[in-house]
């Protein structure tokens, strides 16, 4: 019997700097950390995969309420940075 549910996983470079978790709390994740104080390269790095992500499919969005993902914690911008 397998704990991990059919349909989900999780793929990064090399780095570990760059995630993206597929079918976990929404149908996709994207992260993008590193070690310091660097958010520039952080942001830019996110933002470029975002951009080639939507590039071949669109994420869901609202004109009034942003980004749609399925926890309200993440309406809006999608973006949490902590």
């Not at 933002?47 to 080639?52: D, F, L, N, V």
Request: proline residues 2%.
């Amino acid at each position: 019997e397998r704990e991990w549910p059919e349909a989900r996983g999780i793929f990064h470079n090399d780095a570990k700097t760059f995630l993206v978790w597929v079918n976990e709390e929404d149908a996709l994740r994207i992260i993008s950390m590193q070690k310091g104080s660097n958010i520039y390269e952080v942001f830019e790095r996110l933002s470029r995969a975002a951009g080639k992500i939507e590039a071949e499919t669109k994420f869901a969005s609202d004109d009034h309420l942003g980004y749609i993902t399925s926890c309200p914690t993440n309406l809006g911008t999608g973006l949490r940075a902590s």
